[in-house]
Each structure stands twice: as structure tokens, then as C-alpha cells.
């Protein structure tokens, strides 16, 4: 079978980042274009690959059948308008997270996949492709320590550029735990609460955090989350569930320990590069898999839906202080796993 | 300097323990008196102490001169009707927690301490004296990893007997919790706050819980509390410390790794006595080098009435579901520390 | 750049397993041909490889031209007679360890690939591909703690089939460390002796182990090996080196922790593909990378025959109980590397 | 039952160390004399001790009956003249190991002893008493894991000072791994063998070390020791032991755990006093437990005759580079534990 050929849409930092991915670790798959307005960007990005043309816009991409299949990679607010052609165009669509940056535009995204009859989209939620949480999943559904009662989750990251607004701990950072605390349990985020730590000094002027949100699932599952993007020390998620008989612990650091210096020590990773890089991989290569089989191989567009949903609970959440219960449209047939 | 001759008050599970430990571990102290009303609890607790006496109740022992201090380890309830008359006789006290049920009780018997002059009282806080605690501390005090942000603390019991009902899930077990956190960041519980993780269906069934219990302090910082006490898998006591620019963690298990059956294992303690023995130990034998100096070497009585009002807000907080502020009377001049 | 074209040469477990990962997992390269002489293996490994060639032995293959490079996965003492033709076809070929049996087969091949006048051939010592090794030996170049001053290293096998005989222990299991070694010390094998552990009564009865290992580099620094291929529990493969100010360690299973039944445990590997499975997949995209250029990425075909030199002095130590001196050849300038 | 009187005979590092040690933190005893020819020491040592008094020699001391029992701290070379008289007066004694510095010394003082009709001598062997050693001996005997077939050692030491020479690496260091590999296997050392690492640029200019020494025991385990005395980075000693089945290490550092500067750390101890501390206490506490009842509770002069032959065959090891086998007398049945 012929090499799926990607069109990679933006080519900021995790784009290019995608597309060095699939150059160099990814079966069966090649950048045949890059579509990037910034023309600097785009011929950085496309330096060693001789055979990959260079689009300004989607449409253009799309006019001259320049793909296979399309890798959004651009922020979240310019995802829609390339959802919306790529669909049109009936081709497998990965769109790094999150779909877009509320329910109701991904909504539309979800009527036009709908409107094409077939699974193209998916999303970029690549937690669910990382080793301990698919362990901790497979723990959870064997009930070999009983029921799930509770998740601590950590998110920490060193720090964040002056960019990162305060709403962005909410739509950007504990977006992941919202996935991936459905993923875990298998039930939607029925309400969230936020409370905070006591702030940070040297946290960016404009943030208010650390902060604690409360994420109750409609199964009764309570997951506690620290969001701290201050941490300084280093980036770590971890999650420690509570079962009715034990506890399991994800997302420790392992490697090689150094005893020096009256310490006995072993490094922290300082960006989410490290800590999930193979379910990055993991990601892109059962996702090129499935392309070519005409399937998706992970979260759906009504995944990105329902996170969409939940995050703007969340934000309420963040600004009121309350607990704000979270409202989802009924799930149409179509997205039924079968 | 002759030993300390103390009379113990409760020979119950708590009170056999502190007779054995002062008997064999503790240097200048002898037990001269068990105040028990059951007399076959008594005798067995007398049976290896042939020159201790038996006394019915705590008058009697005052009457016949039969001890230089007191160590307290009946029940809560009963704490007051014991503290007010050895106190009256001027004797040092160590009294396990909680100082007693309530705040209005507890400032009785703080009032009754302030009349005699001296501090003849301290409680029984013994994680105060858990190494662990004590480095944590250390670490918060030499601000090294910048201001201290949150706690998140766990607090796990494999299971409790029938008795033990659902208020005692902060008046028993967080109350620890409730001391600590203060003891850690020098600052009063300012509110509590209280939600449920899903119910386990191995708790007795009269418990609602675990439960997740948010301490703050006057200074800010957020305390997390998993109170957990079906957790069946083992007793575990552990708390991870969010500081500006790293983390700290206390309590994990050590001990003896073993590789075998494709594990690689440690064992877990599985009740408080082998996780705090060393805190036992070392807590008495200081109060008793103290009590010979006239002197506490603990929290005090004024510690206790503070935690018990802060455990009357966590009562109010597990029962409406509200974040429940803790009100406290001003600290009397004799209790400030020079 | 069109796909590498390998034939794999065997299709046992070890060529079943690389077809698997090049076909799957390995970027530009494809399995055009299987060579084994057993035609249902043949057909099994072939089964979804639609455009792959089957041929029954090197010549037939080679006179078809149908690959660009040569992977050997046949038993050792079948490689000398695959090396010779595809060296005399001028192909990149990638030799499963070892080399060949014995040193003076390994000089053979040497002078085979002199005669070349290329590098073609690269040595399937895969542990100088797994991360561990890898930061380890950064570290000692580094002399960031000083000199190494020597190694414990422990090679834990669960169990070993029937027909592992004792022989093995050196030329098939310690020839593994008897490479590593060299390549972290940057030294050749000076010498090597062998004593015995009490002998586990669960070896197959053939074998007399575990046995200690002790390889002492031209450099002065000594390796001490555990070889145990009984250990039951699990497959480890760990290495501690001690410097002149301080110890580092590598190779420690890490992954989900779970607490459960008083225990806290992880799982241990029972077998060496999980463990290794990144460095063999690493391996062989390096080799392909690598062959494209006309050049090797690993361990020389001089390295093989040093290898088989040493292993030559651990099978008299292992039989006489004394300590034997390592001879090579010196070095011809063609394995320099500049 | 009153307080046993304790002479210690020695006030140097060690001697001082068991004063306060006594004096603090041992229950039913009493420094009653301290016996220092070194005026200076002695008033240092009896500061807070105001009850004891100083004797220059044991003899005075024995004839002011100024004891019940000796604690003899002074270098091993002394012993003996302290031995002798204090085993004529019939008192107990614990007596820092080694017992003497050679076999034909530690045979009289057996003599000496079984002439009392007594077991009054237990020697100071301490990581008898350590809970790691006591673990992984009861896992031993229980056969849980199969036999035990080796243990992998390391005593690590960061400095030592100037006046310790290259035999002391087996007299005073190894002769610990002498004692409590016995101790762990109940079968006396059989062999002793040594091999050097690369010598440590930082060890002191007349010491060749680290070393490794091989103990075989009469039973067949294979116990391998790293003796390392300039180890830097702290003190450490640690066990893994090699069972048919599995594995156990006891020795590993627990405590806070760290997350600060991309590390992820752990204190190691610096000195054997932290690591050792509860071991020296208990030792004592028992001993004094069992003086008071006419009997000792540790390794006994036997024990220490043992370790002192094991000793002479390792520092003929040490020079020859050979395997000497170690010679014992036939064991009195005056030492058969009943």
C-alpha cells in the first residue's frame, strides 16, 4: 500500500514537530504539503523534505490534491475553517486538541462529519495512547481492586510564556484531565469546581494559580486536579487512583539514579516533549493506520464536543467560585461505538 | 533525678500500649498508678508492673499521692472529668487527643490550666513527632523551595470496627489532619470544606466515605484531604508539600524490596502502630524530660481547644456540603510562645 | 529516497520478530526477501509480506538481487557462511550476535569486509542502543563523578530452554556484558574468571549456576556479573557503576505502582523483549539510516571478533576455575574510527 | 528490679556515643563508672554524669565494685586486658567488636569464659540488630523463596581518616560482612578470596582499594562484597540477596523525597551513625535486658573467635591475591545453643 500523504496545517512549534514525527518514526505516512501562511515558517518546515509543496491556505491544498489526509497543528480558534473544507473534502482529519475552543462551533464541526456519513476526525488527546494511563484503564475495567472512587491528578509545568492567560489553565491544561478522565472512567464530567492554592509569586503577574478543580463524573467518580504552571522544578502529570480494595500510581519518573553528593537522585523531565513523546508517536502511527483502513483509531469529533462542553463548566467555574454542573446534547447514533 | 512516677488513666487498647511503651522504651519514667474503672482491664494491664497500684478513678489516685504527672488515654468524653481535678493538684498532663469533644468544653479545662499558673498540659498530637513531619516542617521554615502553596495530604485506614460512625471522620481521623496542617505552616484553620468521592461499598454502612476535606489556612494555603478509611490494602499516612519552586513528599513505605512472582514488592504497614512508633515513643519521652522540668515539650492545651474548634467547622462543613468558616477566641497572652 | 531492501536471513523466533518491526515500526525500509531453508517458517514469516521473496539459502537470493542489505537472524555458527557471500555482493549486512562462534571464523570475516574495503558489516550488540547504557556511558566520559573504578552487573534470566546448555552462560549470555562492558569502559577485555554461586536446584540439570563473573579491563577496571538464567522471579538485566565519588545505576523496572493486599508492588519484565524492545527497534532504524549512507552505526565487525576472543578466555576460566588473560590481534588501521 | 550499673571501659568516639547513649535512651540502666586512662576524655565523658566515677584501669574499678556489668569501647588490641579481669569478677560484659585481633587471643578469652561456668561475653556484631538484616534472615529460614544461593554486598564508607591502614579494610570493615553473612546463613565462612577495582585516586595514598571479597560459606552461598572506604558521596551499606525463586535488598535510604531543579532526590546518610542508630540502641537495650537475667542475647565470644579466624584467612587473601580457606577449632559444647 501506497505512503499516506499528509498535509500538516501550521507549522508553529508543534507542527513542526509533526512533521520531523513523521518524517523520521512514522510507518506508511509522508508530508506531501504544509499549509502555513508565514512563509519563513513554512520553508523552515519544509527544509528537508524536497517532495512536500508549500499551500498558504486549505482550500488551495485541497484545489491541487496535495494530500491524502490533514494534520491540524494551527491554535484551536483556526481549527474550524480548516475542519470545515477538510470534511468537505471527505479526508481522515487529525486535529491536535482542542477541536475548537467551544461547544457550539464544535458542534458545527461534528454536523459537517455527520453530513460526509463517515468517521474522519479525530482528535488530539494523546494521553489515551500513553502507557500508564491505558494501564490504568485496563486496572479500572478488570475491577481487580474493585470499583474506582476517586483520581488525584498532578499537572505541573515548569512555566508558561507570558502569553498563556489565565483562562487557559481551564480550556488548554485541564482540558487533558477532562478527557482523560472520561477516558479512565467511561462517563462524562457531569460538574466542575475550582479553588485555589495560594498563588504562586512566581507565577506571570496575570495568573491566579495554582488551582484545585473538582471534576465529578455521572458515575459519582470525584478526580482532584492540580493545575500548576509554575511548578519551576520540572513537568510532571501523574494520577494516583482510589479503588474500594487498593491504589494505583501513574506518571513517576523513571531512569537512572545517581548516588553523589550526600543525594540519591534521578532526573525530572522539564517539558511534556519527553513525558509523552512515544504516545505522541503512538498516536500519529495508529492514526495513519486507520486512515488508510478509512477509520479513526482514538477520541472522536463528539470526543472534542463534549471536552468543549465541559471546559466551558469549567471557565464558569473558574470566574464564580461554584459548582457549575456541565450540559451536553444528546450523542447521536452516528458516534455510538458499536 | 528519681523517675517520674505516672499514673496512666484508661487502660483501653491506647492505654495498655502507653503502659508497655513506658515500662520498656522510656528512660526516667515508671508507671505507678493505672486509673481504670473495669477491674479485669486493670489487672491485666498490672500484671507486669508489681509496684503499680490499681485506682478505680482519678480521685482516688490524687488522694494517695500516687504519681508526679499524668498521661490521659480514656476516651474524648471522658477527658475533661480527669484534666480539671489533675489539674486542681498541679500535675503535668499529657493527654491524648482530642483535648476534648468540643471548644466550649476545651476552654474550661484551658481556663482551669490558666488558674494553676504554669503549662501543665500537652496533647497528644504525635505526628507532631513523626520525623517525617518534623523534616517537612524544617523545609517550610527554611523557605529553600520558596513560600509553601498547598498540601496534599492522604490518610488511609484499611478498615474501622462497627463503632466507629460518620462524624468521627473528622472529629477522629481528620483532626490529625486539622492539627498538622497548622503545625506545618504556623497558621489556624481559617474554613472546611467537604466532598464525597464515590461511596465504597466495603465501608460499614453507616459511613458515607471516602471523603475529600479542604483545610485553609489563614495564610492561604489549600490543604487537600483524602480521609479514607476502607481502604483495605494497607494504613497509610502521607503528605506531598506544593512549594513555589519544587515538591517534598512524607510517608512513603520503606523497608525490605522483594523480587518474586514478577513483582517487585515492599511491604505496607497495615494499622498506625508500626507507621508511628518511633512518633510514640519519642513524643513521651519528651514530654516526661519535660514534665521533670516543669515544662511542656508539645502542643498545648490551647492547641487542643483550637483543633477542636476548627473540628466543629468540619462538622458543620461534612454535613450542609458548605464551606464553613473556623471561629476562634482570641489566644490568651499565656499561651503565646516566647 | 526509495526503501532499504533487506532480506532476513532466518525466519526463527529472533527473524520472525525483526520482520514484525520492519515492517511495522522501522521508516524507510521494507523485508523484500525471507532466506530459510524451512519452507512452512518461511511461509509463516511471509504470510503478510505480499511483496517479499522467499529463497532458500544466500546464493539464490543474492543471484536474484532481490535486496539492497542483509540482516542475520540464523543460530551463530550459520553466519560465517551468510557473511562471506553477502560481504562478497558488497551489501550493509546487520549480524545477530554473536559475530561468529569462535575468534579465528570472526578473523575470516574481518578480513573478508577488509577485503571490501567498506565497513558492511554492523554487530547486533543491541544493549548499546538502550537508553540506560546509553546515559550511563555519558556519565563516565563525562567524569563528572570521577573515574569508573568497576561495575556490578546482574543478568537474570526466569528460565532457559533444554537445550541451553552450560557453555552458554559465557558464549551466549555473558558475551552480552563482555561487549557492554567495552563499550562503557572504552577498554578491552584483559581478563576473565569465573566462580559459583550456590547452584539453584530449579536449573536444568545440565547447568551449574548462577555463576559470578569477573572481566577485568586493560584499563583496570573491573566488571563483577551475575549470570543467572533460573532466577524464576523475572527478567532482569541491571548494572551499578561505581565511581571515585559517587554510584550510578540503571535498568530498574519502572511503570504503574500499584498498593493492594499489604503490599506495594510493580511488575517485573519476564523476558528480554520488553525490556529491550526500544533498543532493538532503535538498532535497526540507525542500521537503515545508516546503510542508505554506505556507512554502519554500531558495533564493527572488529568488535564482533573481540567479542568472540573474550568469550574464548571465559570458557577456560569457566572450566578451570582460574583467571585467563584475554589475546586479540592488534587492530588493523581499516577499524580505526578517525 | 533496680538499674543495671554499666562501666564503660574507653571514652573515645565510640565509648562517649554509648554513654549518651545510655544515659538517654536505654531503660533499667546506669553509666555507673567511666574506666579511661586519658584524663581529659574521662571528665569530657562524665560531665553529665554525676553519679559515675572515673577509674583509670578496670582493676580499680573491679576492686571499688563501682559495676554490674562492662561495656568495653576501647581499640580491639585492648580488649583482652579488660576481657580477662572483668570475666574473673563474674561480670557480664558487651564488648565492641572485634572481640581480639587474632584467633589465638580470642581462644583464651573463650577459655577465660568457659572457666566461669558462663555465658557472660556477647560481642558487638550490631547489624544482628538491624530490622533490614533481621527481615531478610527470616526470609532466609523461611525457604519462602527457595534456598539462598549468594549475596551481592556493599559497605561504603565516604572517608576515613589518615590512620587507617590496608588491613583495616578486613579487620575493621569486612569483618562485618564476616559476621553477618554467618549470622544470615547459619554456616561458617569457608573461603575467603579478594580482587581490587580500579584503585580510587581519592583514597588515601597508602590504601589500594575499593576491593572485592569473596566469602564462600560452608554451605555453598557465595557472598560478594565491595569494601569501599572512599565512596564520597556518603555511607552505605546494603544486601541483595540471590534465592532460587527471587530476590530481596535490604539498606536502601528512605525518607523525604524531593522534587527540586529537574531532580527528583533523597538524603543518603554520611555517617554509619544515622543508619545504625536504632541498631546500636536495641543492641544495648537487649543486652542490658539479658545481663539482668544472667544471660546475653547477641553474637557470643564463640561468635567473635569465629570472626577473628575468618579474618586472618582474609588478610592472608589480601596479600596473596590467592583463596584461603579458613581454619576453625571444634566448637566447645559450652557454646551449642541449646
Redesign the interface.
Known amino acids: 500500500m501506497p505512503d499516506l500523504r499528509i498535509a500538516v496545517v501550521g507549522a508553529g512549534l508543534m507542527g513542526a514537530d509533526h512533521i520531523i514525527r513523521i518524517?523520521?518514526?512514522?510507518?506508511g505516512a509522508v508530508v506531501s504539503a504544509v499549509v502555513e501562511p508565514d512563509e519563513n515558517r513554512a520553508k523552515a518546515a519544509l527544509a528537508n523534505l524536497p517532495s512536500a509543496k508549500w499551500f498558504s491556505n486549505i482550500e488551495e491544498a485541497l484545489q491541487a490534491s496535495a494530500m491524502d489526509a490533514v494534520l491540524i497543528a494551527t491554535p484551536g480558534q483556526f481549527h474550524e475553517s480548516v475542519l470545515i473544507p477538510a470534511l468537505a473534502a471527505n479526508l481522515p482529519i487529525l486535529c491536535e486538541k482542542p477541536l475548537t475552543p467551544d461547544s457550539s462551533s464544535a458542534l458545527r464541526v461534528v454536523a459537517a462529519e455527520m453530513a460526509t456519513g463517515r468517521n474522519l476526525v479525530q482528535v488530539g488527546f494523546m494521553r489515551r495512547f500513553d502507557?500508564?494511563y491505558m494501564?490504568?484503564r485496563e486496572?479500572i475495567v478488570s475491577k481487580n481492586?474493585?470499583?474506582?472512587?476517586?483520581l488525584?491528578c498532578?499537572h505541573r509545568n515548569p512555566t508558561v510564556p507570558e502569553s498563556y492567560h489565565n483562562d487557559m489553565l481551564i480550556f488548554d491544561s485541564v482540558v487533558h484531565e477532562i478527557d482523560v478522565v472520561r477516558f479512565l472512567t467511561d462517563s462524562p464530567i457531569a460538574s466542575v469546581?475550582v479553588?485555589?492554592?495560594?498563588?504562586?509569586?512566581?507565577s506571570p503577574v496575570h495568573l491566579n494559580e495554582?488551582i484545585?478543580v473538582?471534576l465529578e463524573t455521572e458515575?459519582?467518580?470525584?478526580a482532584?486536579v492540580?493545575m500548576?504552571v509554575?511548578?519551576?522544578?520540572?513537568y510532571?502529570v501523574r494520577t494516583e487512583a482510589?479503588f474500594?480494595?487498593?491504589?494505583?500510581?501513574?506518571g513517576?519518573?523513571?531512569?537512572?539514579?545517581?548516588?553523589?553528593?550526600?543525594?540519591?537522585?534521578?532526573?525530572?523531565n522539564?517539558s511534556f516533549k519527553p513525558r509523552f513523546a512515544a504516545a505522541y508517536d503512538s498516536q500519529i502511527?495508529r492514526w495513519v493506520n486507520a486512515a488508510k483502513a478509512g477509520k479513526i483509531d482514538g477520541p472522536s469529533a463528539w470526543d472534542g464536543y463534549l471536552a468543549a462542553a465541559a471546559v466551558e463548566a469549567g471557565l464558569e467555574a473558574l470566574r464564580s467560585g461554584k459548582k457549575v454542573p456541565a450540559a451536553y446534547q444528546p450523542m447521536p447514533a452516528f458516534y455510538q461505538v458499536s
Open positions: 518524517s523520521s518514526r512514522i510507518v502507557s500508564g494501564q490504568l486496572l481492586q474493585g470499583e474506582l472512587l476517586g488525584h498532578a469546581e479553588r485555589h492554592f495560594k498563588r504562586n509569586s512566581k495554582p484545585l473538582m458515575s459519582g467518580v470525584l482532584v492540580e500548576n509554575s511548578a519551576q522544578f520540572g510532571q482510589i474500594e480494595e487498593g491504589l494505583a500510581e501513574i513517576r519518573t523513571s531512569g537512572m539514579l545517581t548516588n553523589f553528593s550526600a543525594k540519591i537522585s534521578m532526573d525530572e522539564m502511527q
